[in-house]
């Protein structure tokens, strides 16, 4: 398993500004992810992050909106930049343990979240 | 494309009766699928998993979840309701399709819980 630690737990931000979500896994893992979870809805998956490649996005995610930075095995930083009320979500990263690269039968684990809202 | 669907959004039970939380999924690949909890204002929880081992997965807090693959089906239950099984539920299939195994959740079910 994997704990994750995210940091600020929760944020009140202002229209045209940027926030930078961090999250911190006490083991070395390969694989991050970070999500968005609008108010009363499901998960959506913003990207993967990999440590040493450029992130990969989903449909309607754009790097210039929500760059990610991946530096270390342990460590991923999510901004939300140009915020508008729109982005007022909760927005979670998550890990697959290990450094065993892909396998799609793993789980994830998830921080605790960061709740975002933007007036 | 892999997706899943929870039949339920909301699912009220009374404490101390069996908690049912459906879900179907679809894949074009032999699926992984998990359920997580989502408590007010926590992250999320594994409670179980399923990787095309044991088709009756048993998990965390007495719940477990049954894999059929001929009904596409991954349910979750438990005998006996708790007050603080109150809680969202997310059913949950990885994408064997992608290279990353990326994770698709459900839209989620509302448990709730009356005394």
């Known amino acids: 398993s994997a704990v994750i630690s995210q940091k600020p737990s929760r944020d009140i931000c202002q229209r045209g500004t940027s926030l930078t979500i961090q999250c911190q896994v006490d083991s070395q893992v390969t694989m991050m992810f970070w999500y968005r979870q609008q108010p009363g809805q499901s998960l959506t998956l913003i990207a993967t992050a990999n440590q040493g490649s450029e992130a990969t996005y989903e449909s309607g995610f754009v790097i210039d909106k929500f760059p990610i930075s991946r530096p270390n095995l342990t460590f991923s930083t999510l901004t939300v930049s140009n915020m508008s009320p729109e982005d007022s979500s909760i927005y979670l990263c998550s890990a697959r343990p290990g450094l065993a690269g892909v396998r799609s039968g793993h789980e994830q684990f998830f921080g605790p979240g960061t709740r975002l809202t933007v007036l | 494309a892999q997706s899943v669907t929870q039949l339920d959004s909301h699912v009220s039970v009374s404490e101390g009766t069996p908690v049912l939380l459906r879900c179907n999924y679809s894949?074009?690949?032999?699926?992984?699928l998990f359920w997580y909890v989502q408590h007010p204002n926590k992250g999320l929880q594994l409670l179980l998993k399923?990787?095309?081992?044991?088709?009756l997965v048993k998990g965390i807090n007495g719940f477990e979840a049954e894999f059929k693959k001929s009904e596409t089906s991954f349910h979750l239950t438990k005998p006996s309701a708790h007050m603080s099984d109150a809680a969202e539920y997310f059913c949950v299939v990885s994408d064997g399709s992608s290279n990353t195994g990326k994770l698709i959740f459900g839209q989620g079910t509302t448990l709730q819980v009356k005394p």
């Open positions: 894949s074009s690949y032999s699926p992984s």
């Open positions: 399923y990787t095309s081992a044991a088709t």
